[in-house]
């Protein structure tokens, strides 16, 4: 009974992780980060577990990429820049970088 109870708790703990990775995935795409961004393959830019990579324990790396989230950036992956995007809500832009850094 126990048992059954723990993977229940499990499973549902689970299946509110993966909601939240899809619900970070779909504000990804609805701001077009994925036109130039994959998760796990580079397109234009790097891709988003290279990023979490570099920036592993970093400990300021959550405001320093929001900062370049909303302002672009260019010269740190390559010559292509990354263009503004000023109208994305802070909010926003820190849940796709929180999201992005816990990709392993």
């Known amino acids: 009974m126990m048992f059954k109870l ?5 499973s549902a703990a689970l299946m509110v992780l993966s909601g939240a990775a899809s619900a970070n995935e779909a504000l990804a795409q609805k701001n077009a980060c994925l036109s130039c961004h994959g998760i796990d393959k580079k397109i234009v830019g790097p891709a988003y577990k290279e990023v979490a ?48 850094l816990s990709l392993k």
């Open 53 to 100: 990579k570099k920036y592993a324990g970093d400990k300021t790396a959550k405001d320093k990429l929001v900062a370049k989230v909303k302002a672009g950036g260019k010269g740190v992956w390559g010559p292509i820049p990354m263009p503004p995007n000023p109208n994305l809500k802070d909010e926003d832009a820190e849940t796709l970088v929180k999201w992005i």
């Open 6 to 10: 723990m993977m229940t708790a499990a």
